[in-house]
């Protein structure tokens, strides 16, 4: 037993015998407890404040004296005074030990903090940022010993914080002598030491201590919207989200006709990529400006999108991905820097990671939603939904984990239909129709009551109700089936069949009106028979997706289900499993992970041991080719359905009864017609 | 002893046993013969030609069987039909081992080849280049194995080279795709990979077998002229070499100027650095359309330069080096690219490896000296000095090198000096004095005779004869000291006290009149008695700076005297021993070591190993600094008189006697004036 006081930190629990005067700073990091500090214990920073704790420990058999830290000293009260030290606080490299003394690090001064993300799912980030602060005292140059200020930098680093090496570019090298001068041979850098690299990158570097944080983006980019999330790499703290729709759309609303744009105009990939930078570079400086951040503060991005969207924010053709076998020019992540991209409207010696593509069909926003929801942690058998205009699925458990994706095509998005829109203001969202009356009543982006509820036309005086988005056509075509007045094989019934007027002739078949205000100018919103059979031919190549995975796996029931993507948290999971998008599954067991893909991107820029996790873990994953095999066509056909023929539903049989109708099939032939063309 | 063939490799002498029916090649590999291959053995790139040897070998006590190696196969017979084999040559990869056999490997077919330098001094280079190209099968991608074209790229250079890992950046990863498509999934792709790095760089790819060679450019980048030599990099043989004034005279004829310039006008370093990049882009651009080589074959550069150029190359500002302590930005050795120069008359990919600085006075071009000139494997004690508008100095041997530079002015180049001009046709470069008649005799540049020998005036009739380059006003001077027309204080005699009407009055000095041609309108050219202060100036400051590294050392004398750079190579020994620039030794120890600050360059552009070397050298160089140095100040004044008069001088006795003169001592306080005000 040494004599030295004992120390122990909470919440770790580490302990250790140190000697009289040991600031509590070195205790720590000896015992490898998690406190921080950027001056490196020159009393500058204030990031290692701890509190200590006074009193009987009979857990520990140990009493804590008043005076087991040193007295409060003049830097921490000069600290105090000018910005304040909360009660009890100290500083851990001012006070020293004396005594015996339990000394607990609060969670604002841990390095490796835990995040509790806001949205829906439980899981927290633990920070552990590539890019992080050092603050350094640089030897002034000796004519006698010439060496130059990036090698006394590198030794300070060496010496004051054991970084072993480090590079800096051209742009650094300039900055370093106005730099160290300013400082009077004190500067903070900011250093990016990668998960595969054995060097640590100068990012940035400023005169004394710099006190004005580090931050990160988390780019979500998809074909139809840019989501970016403005992330303090220190907190975690999520400072500003912003959206912006990819310009890329007026070269071609989905993937293929962008691929196809590339095909038939040279250079066509060439303007798709300056497009999207030059919309990245908009989003960037408009968040960054939104949260008054420094561009200059931006030293991280992570980009999470599907393979098209990967190799055009490359500058990559993408005519490869148009056709078999869909050959990927690179499929392991990268880290390249900002500049490289042209993103300009940040730190352009920024980082940025982009996650693995699993395939050619399956990206690195799949990837992400594997690092978010971590099917191959589950112990139960878990099918993973992301549906956009294609939609990738992941299923697995901790043995195995799937992937493929599925052409779904942007029906579930709103496009395609005859009144349908994006999910906007005045968008119809949610909709119920009376099984006795036959009569809808639906919800509306923008209004928080429903249509048949006392003052609903107010709420929407000023967005009108101008068309049905993704989630509002999934409730109309399950509620139309629940309500009979679709049959199983999808076919809309007469006003005879159905007993209400609002089933109208179209053509050679029929509609179900929604909303009619043609007699105020105002739109007629329908259903008509090509909508539902464009959610049909959607919802049957996720299912054939979803099927040709278990199928894979050898099983016939999945245990759960994650609905991931914004759609996914807009959708009700009753009326998808009407529908038959998913495999039948206890109500409670189908659940929405909101943005997966981008919770997946905010993770890897907040924490660097995931991107080594999501590159083994992709790695591992098997992936099925949905274009190639057989049987996907066999599902895809059987699941035509509403909901599809192949499974039983024990499950959907508990909540809900499907009336037993059958119309003529005189118009089956127009959506086989429908079906062809859309294969032509 | 094994039953299998024995196989005896020439000139290396590496033998082995090796099973019947084993290629050539194959059995080299394995034995670490050094056989060039860029197919990998395909028999497509006829890089591993041999020459086997029949008959006797009683020193092996080897008997070779005409078929000691396979016949001459279809492949053989094809290339030979198509480009021609030497006669007795054999394709390595085709012939393979039938019975003991004796195998010579022509340089040609070596990669390691030695290159004999052409220029006066006898050092070899062996080839040994960072980038060099493989030949490789690429898998075609699968789809049920979704790998990317880079992917399968690296697991090619894996499995087929032995190369661990490769690095692609987004430039190459836009050209795999097309490049493996054209090549059938065949490619050529150019692999640099630094002495530094684990990780080879992919700097260029082509579809199917590159043929065309790889090509890098060594640059002597001074302070007045930029020269380029455009070297295979396969062979070593400099293709075309050319030079280029260096546009930055503009802003300042000297270093310091230029640093002033960058003082003064905010922004005119990045003015400077536009401007050096620019003119390099001219320089490599004709260079390579002189030797009619695609500028994408340009893969590799090595910079030389001093620190004010280094740094200005890189858009460093170069203020710090305008003042004491003369810090440097960098010191180190780079490795950076193209793209981060500028260069895009180059491929954008080439590596670009700068050699390090010594110390803030003495860069890259010294490091590339001591490269060159090696003397830390020198037995005796050499002096090796490199004149350029500063002198940099070396004097070391096995034990310990030291270094210094030396602020000589340009006085040695021919500047401020009042008939001095640039070595261009028309400069006087050789100048003799007959001691009895005082009469000048002289060779002029872009003549092959002396101005007394008969049709002298037909060589100059379209030159004229405009001036004095440096090497003749240092041979004037020490012509005059030698014919008596200068006293060992460096005072010019009069026309009375030195006997011929060539001394003329100039103010209250004299000049020594060379030629005068004013009667036809003509310059007269002549030597004032401010150009011998100038060069008193010159060459005590270069005098110091040796015997303040002698000093060091604490030697009275060196064993050699090596004279660097085009100005080395143009003085005469006698004359720099007369004059004093260089401590007494014999004359044929006196030697020009001709460009070898571009040798240097040259060594590391085509040797890999030998960056490594010279990195380690320079961290082991001690730095001596003249600046603060007040020995330099004392030396400096003594070594004022022709030649100094601190030392004794037994072999310039043996050579000559110097007249005991002494002129009046009126125009002295003129020369402290001029001291003074160079000072100020």
């Known amino acids: 037993m040494s ?32 406190l921080d500090s950027v001056c490196g214990g020159r009393g500058i920073c204030s990031k290692c404040q701890i509190t200590p704790s006074y009193g009987e420990f009979p857990k520990h058999g140990l009493t804590v004296a008043k005076d087991a830290l040193s007295q409060w ?91 072993p090496d480090i590079a800096a570019d ?36 400023w005169p004394g201590l710099h006190e004005n944080g580090l931050y990160g983006l988390a780019i979500d980019l998809g074909s139809t ?45 060439v303007e798709m990529t300056a497009s999207v930078r030059e919309a990245l570079n908009e989003l960037i400086a408009s968040v ?35 056709q078999a076998p869909f050959a990927l020019a690179t499929s392991d992540s990268l880290s390249i820097t900002a500049r490289d991209l042209d993103l300009t409207a940040m730190n352009i010696r920024a980082q940025v990671y982009i996650l693995p593509c699993i395939a050619g069909h399956v990206g690195a926003d799949a990837a992400a939603v594997a690092l978010s929801e971590e099917p191959n942690k589950s112990k139960d058998l878990v099918l993973i939904v992301d549906v956009g205009t294609n939609a990738e699925l992941l299923l697995g458990n901790t043995t195995r984990v799937l992937a493929c994706s599925s052409p779904t095509g942007p029906a579930f998005e709103g496009a395609q239909i005859s009144s349908g829109q994006r999910a906007a203001p005045g968008a119809i969202e949610h909709l119920e129709i009376n099984p006795d009356t036959k009569e809808p009543r639906f919800r509306v982006i923008g209004s928080d009551i429903w249509s048949d509820e006392d003052g609903f036309d107010a709420t929407i005086a000023t967005t009108g109700i101008t068309g049905i988005c993704g989630s509002g056509i999934i409730e109309a075509v399950a509620e139309m089936r629940m309500a009979g007045l679709l049959d199983p094989s999808g076919l809309i019934g007469s006003a005879e069949q159905t007993g209400t ?10 509609s179900y009106v929604i909303h009619d205000a043609t007699s105020d100018g105002g739109p007629l919103i329908s259903v008509t028979q090509g909508d539902i059979r464009a959610i049909q031919l959607a919802k049957s190549a996720l299912y054939a997706g979803a099927r040709l995975l278990m199928d894979e796996m050898g099983v016939e029931t999945v245990d759960r289900v994650v609905l991931a993507g914004a759609f996914g948290a807009h959708i009700s999971n009753k009326h998808a499993l009407v529908l038959g998008m998913v495999p039948d599954a206890p109500l409670a067991r189908i659940t929405s992970a909101g943005n997966a893909a981008g919770t997946g991107a905010r993770i890897a820029l907040c924490n660097i041991v995931s991107r080594a996790e999501i590159e083994r873990v ?63």
């Open 3 to 34: 004599n030295d006081p004992l120390v122990i930190f909470t919440p770790s629990g580490k302990r250790g015998h140190f000697a009289i005067g040991t600031p509590v700073l070195t205790a720590a990091r000896q015992l490898g407890v998690d």
């Open 73 to 163: 000293n003049a830097v921490e009260q000069r600290y105090d005074d000018k910005r304040g030290l909360k009660t009890g606080r100290r500083l851990g490299c001012q006070a020293t030990v004396q005594g015996d003394v339990v000394i607990d690090v609060p969670a604002s001064s841990q390095v490796h903090k835990q995040v509790v993300r806001k949205d829906v799912t439980a899981r927290t980030i633990t920070m552990d940022p590539a890019t992080r602060l050092y603050f350094i005292e640089v030897e002034a140059p000796d004519m006698h010993v010439p060496t130059g200020d990036l090698e006394r930098i590198a030794r300070a680093l060496r010496d004051q914080w054991d970084i």
């Open 170 to 205: 051209l742009s650094i090298l300039r900055k370093l002598q106005p730099g160290l001068r300013k400082g009077q041979w004190q500067v903070t850098v900011a250093l990016h030491k990668g998960h595969n690299d054995d060097v640590a990158q100068v990012i940035e570097i």
């Open 225 to 269: 919207t840019i989501a970016a999330h403005l992330t303090n790499l220190e907190t975690g703290e999520v400072v500003a989200s912003a959206g912006i729709m990819n310009p890329q759309i007026r070269f071609g609303e989905d993937l293929m006709s962008r691929v196809s744009y590339a095909m038939m105009n040279p250079g066509g990939d």
């Open 288 to 322: 960054a400006k939104g949260a008054a951040i420094d561009t200059a503060l931006l030293v991280e991005i992570v980009f999470v999108c599907n393979p098209v969207m990967h190799h055009l924010l490359l500058g990559i053709d993408p005519v490869e991905l148009g």
């Open 501 to 510: 007027p609002r089933c109208i002739p179209d053509g050679r078949t029929h």
């Open 618 to 680: 992709v790695g591992e994953i098997t992936k099925v080719e949905t274009a190639i095999e057989p049987r996907f066509q066999e599902h895809f056909i059987a699941a035509n359905a509403i909901p599809h023929a192949t499974d039983p539903f024990p499950e959907l049989a508990k909540i809900v009864t499907l009336p037993d109708v059958s119309f003529n099939a005189k118009s089956s032939s127009a959506s086989g017609g429908r079906r062809r063309r859309r294969k032509g």
